[in-house]
């Protein structure tokens, strides 16, 4: 991790990179909304709610290469004067969700195709979702998002990589 705030800049560059992609591509006649929530905080009571996309980080688990990469340094007198690195796997489920038939699964269809064309994200594309070119002023965003561009998530080590992963049947349930 690059710093603290690593975590919800992966998640706001994913959801940026679906949004994107759909806006460009999806041919549904209608917006598409694309949010990272709780699955249990998507709202669709309202017959005027448009399709949506959702992204969200289930589970972060311990990235065995880069666990064992390094240990911790320690000085002569045996205090600790470094940390090997907080490397991470984040676990992402993308759901969507319509109101007309097979809406759902059309728009699944584009997100799994668009995350399957983009399996790397590149500092670049990490940089202009973190921050926006051109000239919009940061500070019109929401403090979360401000906050998000702060995280170095462009500048380190490891490429984000997107890689699908089966649920086993206990995640499932």
Not at 33 to 58: E, G, S
Not at 146 to 171: C, F, N
């Amino acid at each position: 991790m690059s710093s603290p705030l690593a975590i919800g800049a992966v998640s706001a560059v994913l959801r940026n990179l679906l949004d994107n992609g759909i806006v460009e591509e999806v041919p549904l006649g209608t917006t598409v909304n694309v949010t990272a929530l709780a699955p249990d905080q998507i709202k669709l009571d309202r017959p005027q709610d448009p399709p949506q996309i959702n992204v969200f980080m289930y589970q972060a688990t311990p990235n065995a290469a880069w666990r064992n990469s390094a240990l911790p340094s320690r000085a002569a007198a045996g205090e600790r004067i470094s940390n090997p690195p907080l490397a991470l796997d984040l676990h992402y489920l993308v759901t969507a969700y319509g109101r007309s038939d097979f809406q759902a699964e059309i728009l699944l269809g584009y997100a799994m195709h668009l995350l399957h064309e983009r399996p790397m994200l590149d500092r670049a594309a990490i940089r202009r979702a973190l921050n926006p070119p051109g000239t919009l002023d940061l500070s019109m965003l929401p403090p979360e998002y401000q906050l998000l561009s702060a995280s170095d998530l462009a500048d380190q080590v490891e490429a984000l990589r997107i890689t699908p992963v089966a649920l086993s049947i206990d995640d499932l349930s």
